[in-house]
Every structure is written in C-alpha cells, then in structure tokens.
C-alpha cells in the first residue's frame, strides 16, 4: 500500500496538478485517497450541482472530507469550469 501511494504521488509530481473542474474521472483517482468511486462522485457532484469555486469546496461531496482536501491541497488547481 505504501507503494502504491508513493507511486500516485510520484505520478501527481510528474503530471502537475489536477485541476478539479476539468479533470476526467480516471484523472481524478492520481489524487490521495481518491479512488473510483470517489472520483466519479466528484464528477457526478460538478456537473450536476456546481463547478467548484475553490479546493474546499470538494468537502460537498459526499466520501470526501476535510483530511482528504487538506492532503491533496498541493495537487489541486480549481480551473474555469468547462462542462457546463
């Protein structure tokens, strides 16, 4: 497991940031402790509720807390919104 942590960690260093408006489900899943399910609620969330308009703004969907944000603040960019 830690690994596989090290190793998506690695892979967010070398690709840069995600951006959380514009990402893809499967781009989503580079962030810790994001997985399948996580990401695609993430998905789901922004382009049924509203595009995100700043990192805290993730802890709206649900299986994602303050923890998860506060983990992945140096790997998340809030990009202009393209899906709406």
């Known amino acids: 497991m830690k690994i596989l942590t090290f190793l998506m960690g690695l892979s967010i260093f070398l690709m840069g940031s995600v951006d959380i408006n514009n990402a893809?489900?499967?781009?989503?899943?580079q962030l810790?402790?994001?997985?399948?399910?996580?990401?695609?609620a993430i998905v789901k969330y922004r382009d049924t509720?509203?595009?995100f308009d700043s990192i805290g703004a993730?802890?709206?969907?649900?299986?994602i807390g303050p923890k998860t944000v506060?983990?992945?603040k140096d790997d998340i960019v809030v990009g202009k919104c393209k899906s709406k």
């Open 49 to 51: 509720v509203k595009c």
């Open 24 to 29: 893809t489900a499967k781009e989503l899943t």
């Open 32 to 40: 810790y402790g994001v997985g399948e399910k996580k990401s695609q």
């Open 70 to 72: 506060e983990k992945n």
């Open 58 to 63: 993730l802890v709206g969907v649900k299986g």
